[in-house]
């Protein structure tokens, strides 16, 4: 008896998952995270940061663990933080120093996010709009 009400239950649950559910009853609903499609003439959005070096070059660094100290998703998910408090931004440049001291030192940090417009599913212009600086101490 114990086996049936536990499989209903179970059935009972990724239905309404599946129905109703989202990422929040993984594994009970849909893991759609990344699950979309663009339309052929949408835009196509992308995290980036940039920095400017005390070597006076300006570079792109991967927004990783082994250069910053976190991951991509990390930055994208509290971004409205970083923009409404920039200097947040100073412990990735410390973090930065940190892990890859021979590395020129970071002066200033962009985070940017980079527009590619598609026509017809092609990619027809690129654009960056910056989202928040900082001036690294």
Do not use: C
Not at 60 to 69: D, L, Q
Request: charged content about 25%; aromatic content about 8%.
């Amino acid at each position: 008896m114990w086996r049936l009400v536990t499989a209903t239950a179970v059935l009972v649950a990724l239905g309404y998952g599946t129905v109703a559910g989202d990422d929040d009853l993984f594994p009970f609903g849909p893991m759609v995270q990344y699950a979309f499609s663009i339309p052929p003439d949408g835009e196509i959005r992308s995290l980036i940061m940039e920095a400017d070096t005390a070597a006076g070059t300006r570079v792109e660094i991967p927004i990783e663990p082994y250069y910053v100290g976190i991951r991509r998703a990390e930055l994208e998910g509290q971004l409205g933080r970083y923009v409404a408090e920039p200097s947040l931004l100073q412990e990735l440049a410390d973090n930065h120093a940190r892990i890859r001291p021979e590395d020129p030192r970071l002066t200033k940090i962009y985070v940017i996010t980079k527009v590619i417009t598609l026509r017809d599913r092609r990619p027809a212009s690129t654009h960056n709009v910056e989202r928040v600086t900082w001036q690294v101490r």
